[in-house]
């Protein structure tokens, strides 16, 4: 299905981006122990299945980007928390909350690499992604930085990889 297809929809529908958004937040929510599914997407439960084939027994997050209509991943600001650096802009999310059918609020996650260090995504004109980069990020971090976007107007989402970032308590 299109972004265009939805809104000539007859039906009460509110998209594809919102439905996996839903379903990462409660299974964010209602992580339980279960037989590995065959298959990965966003819908892999329980928490955890998207790490590696080992699970991860303590995950809380499923890291996912929202993709444009024009095929580019949709990026945030936050706020650095070392404030050494300035590359604050990140493609990575977790969902916090949704209301109103297809609203959402996301906190923004920092993108890390393989020894923990931040990865600049953006280009050196320092105006746009530079997709190379996401090569790059292999962890993220929680920041306090959080954005309420309208789920409706993204075309894809993509979920990259169940992590622990402290958010709740896993026992």
């Given amino acids: 299905m299109s972004c265009d297809e939805k809104k000539d929809n007859k039906r009460d529908y509110d998209g594809c981006v919102c439905e996996v958004i839903r379903a990462v937040k409660d299974i964010q929510e209602h992580a339980v122990d279960e037989e590995c599914p065959p298959c990965t997407s966003c819908f892999l439960e329980p928490l955890g299945e998207l790490s590696s084939k080992s699970r991860r027994k303590c995950a809380d997050t499923r890291v996912f980007m929202l993709i444009t209509d024009d095929g580019t991943p949709f990026s945030a600001f936050y706020r650095d928390g070392d404030r050494r650096d300035h590359d604050c802009i990140s493609v990575y999310f977790r969902v916090e909350k949704i209301f109103h059918g297809c609203c959402a609020t996301l906190r923004v996650l920092e993108p890390k690499d393989k020894e923990g260090k931040e990865v600049d995504l953006l280009s050196a004109s320092g105006t746009k992604i530079?997709?190379?980069?996401?090569?790059?990020?292999?962890?993220?971090?929680?920041?306090?930085?959080?954005?309420?976007?309208?789920?409706?107007?993204?075309?894809?989402?993509q979920c990259i990889k169940d992590v622990f970032l402290d958010v709740c308590d896993c026992g």
């Fill in 130 to 157: 530079k997709l190379s980069q996401l090569c790059k990020v292999h962890d993220f971090d929680s920041t306090d930085s959080c954005i309420t976007v309208d789920l409706k107007c993204f075309c894809a989402v």
